[in-house]
């Protein structure tokens, strides 16, 4: 049995800082981060706090989504040299998404393109 990749162990609060310093560097908002996660994931803002302060980590809180958008399959593209649509485990492939959506909006890409509406 293959074992797990380790970023499905890894907390989503310790990436999270991440995202949010990539945007802010290109001029963009926590506000604008947090809207793509919650985009992505069907966790309202409250809920996505709740996830970050207690540490879930990327499995977990992939499983835990509330409703994952069914237009983010509509997220075309690379990251880290790998096409997001091509990705077969599926957690990883959505890890995959919202690293294309937060390279898309430290890319300066408008929020409507970006939320795919």
Same mark, same amino acid.
């Given at each position: 049995?293959?074992?797990?990749?380790?970023?499905?162990?890894?907390?989503?609060?310790?990436?999270?800082? =991440?995202?949010?310093?990539?945007?802010?560097? %290109?001029?963009?908002?926590?506000?604008?981060?947090?809207?793509?996660? +919650?985009?992505?994931?069907?966790?309202?803002?409250?809920?996505?706090?709740?996830?970050?302060?207690?540490?879930?980590?990327?499995?977990?809180?992939?499983?835990?989504?509330?409703?994952?958008?069914?237009?983010?399959?509509?997220?075309?593209?690379?990251? +880290?040299?790998?096409?997001?649509?091509?990705?077969?485990?599926?957690?990883?492939?959505?890890?995959?998404?919202?690293?294309? =959506?937060?390279?898309? =909006?430290? %890319?300066?890409?408008?929020?409507?393109?970006?939320?795919?509406?």
């Amino acid at each position: 049995m293959p074992t797990k990749h380790r970023i499905f162990t890894t907390s989503f609060a310790s990436v999270y800082p =991440l995202y949010v310093a990539k945007a802010e560097k %290109k001029g963009r908002k926590k506000s604008e981060v947090d809207a793509v996660i +919650c985009w992505l994931t069907g966790y309202s803002q409250h809920e996505l706090k709740a996830q970050l302060k207690k540490q879930t980590d990327f499995e977990t809180f992939f499983q835990e989504a509330p409703q994952l958008n069914p237009a983010r399959t509509l997220i075309k593209g690379v990251v +880290c040299g790998v096409r997001v649509e091509d990705v077969k485990e599926p957690t990883m492939r959505e890890i995959r998404y919202l690293d294309k =959506l937060v390279d898309e =909006l430290a %890319k300066g890409k408008a929020m409507e393109k970006i939320l795919r509406a």
